[in-house]
């Protein structure tokens, strides 16, 4: 979170002028040109009256491994600039939904996590099972019944080299916010586009790290472009993914198309999906659908397909209408892809006990 500062005219260079405060040089001098130096009882002043912003009103709880504790102060949730994680981008991260007092495939979004911290060279400072338990307190202290967990593993802190020799411990970070996509139904549907913008090696493409300024560029691409999402083609000219969220098609002949996870981020949202449909088609559920497929798709062939959707943690289905300014299907949220939406929201309220995870909020104070 960002320190308000006074405004100052940055046409020169700082130079100390006395106790308490830094002039700049070079330029007409004011009151407003004059930087305070603070104590940490005047930081802490101006954060928490930064804190009150209403953007920053569904931050409700964070858990730190600097400190070793949960904060619900919004001015107390920050980061080291000398992690790793901030100036070097050396670090993994996940997110789990808390829905209904329970988070939803908790399990499945660690294990991937701790995946991606082994390829990024990263050991934690803890056990999954120690880990485990940080995100469910973390989450019982945030009082809410629907949010968005959202954790971090770091090489840790150590000055500002790209070396992590200096860095003692990996540093572990989980934050709690009070939202809730999980209703959101994109009645309309959406457009998208295929991006220009190069696919990340394979690599790291399967590591969810914080190296994120190849899929920020995609969507900065497709919103500057009207649309909701850039579709990456892989380094075969293969249909690959979303900047954030998984792609799937529905063919002619009912088959749910899913490009295979090879080069690609496995997404636990898009897995579920596939082990729940074999069963919503003996049920007769999802009328049309047949089956579903793990392969490399062709550009050819997912423009010909009927349907699109995006799968993703927080958004779970979402229905493509266009692409690249051309209809997909005839122009409207598939009946299959609603379907599905449906059924997957009914697994985040009502599935298994192996993919909920009760959230108890007498752990936290």
């Known amino acids: 979170m960002a320190m308000a500062l006074h405004s100052v005219v940055c046409n020169g260079a700082a130079a100390r002028c006395d106790e308490g405060t830094v002039q700049l040089q070079n330029g007409p001098q004011t009151q407003d040109s004059i930087i ?66 329970y988070l939803y495939e908790l399990d499945a979004h660690l294990d991937r996590f701790l995946r991606s911290a082994a390829k990024a060279k990263i050991t934690p ?144 949202t898009a897995r579920r999906i596939l082990e729940l449909v074999p069963q919503f088609i003996r049920d007769g559920a999802v009328p049309g659908l047949n089956g579903t497929e793990m392969k490399k798709i062709s550009l050819e062939e997912a423009k010909d397909a009927t349907e699109m959707m995006l799968i993703g943690s927080g958004m779970m289905i979402v229905p493509v209408v266009a692409w690249d300014d051309e209809p997909v299907g005839n122009g409207k949220p598939g009946p299959i892809t609603l379907a599905l939406w449906q059924l997957a929201r009914q697994d985040m309220m009502e599935g298994p006990a192996g993919i909920r995870t009760e959230v108890n909020p007498q752990i936290s104070g």
């Open 125 to 268: 400072p803890v056990d999954q099972a120690a880990m485990r338990e940080i995100l469910l307190q973390t989450a019982a202290a945030a009082h809410c019944r629907d949010g968005i967990l959202r954790y971090w593993l770091s090489c840790g802190r150590g000055g500002f080299e790209l070396s992590t020799k200096g860095c003692d411990q990996a540093t572990f970070y989980a934050i709690v916010l009070d939202e809730n996509h999980v209703d959101d139904k994109f009645d309309c549907g959406v457009k998208v586009i295929t991006t220009s913008v190069p696919i990340k090696p394979q690599d790291f493409a399967t590591m969810k790290s914080t190296n994120y300024l190849p899929n920020a560029l995609v969507l900065k691409e497709a919103e500057e472009r009207g649309a909701y999402a850039g579709i990456w083609l892989d380094d075969e000219g293969f249909i690959a993914e979303s900047q954030n969220m998984n792609v799937a098609f529905v063919s002619k002949d009912g088959n749910l198309l899913v490009p295979s996870f090879e080069k690609i981020l496995s997404g636990c």
């Open 36 to 101: 305070p130096v603070l104590t940490l009882s005047e930081v802490m002043t101006r954060l928490q009256e930064e804190s009150k912003a209403g953007k920053y009103r569904g931050f409700r709880s964070m858990y730190s491994s600097v400190v070793g504790a949960i904060t619900t102060d919004v001015a107390a949730m920050v980061i080291p600039l000398d992690d790793h994680m901030v100036h070097r981008g050396h670090s993994v991260f996940d997110t789990a939904v808390l829905i209904n007092g």
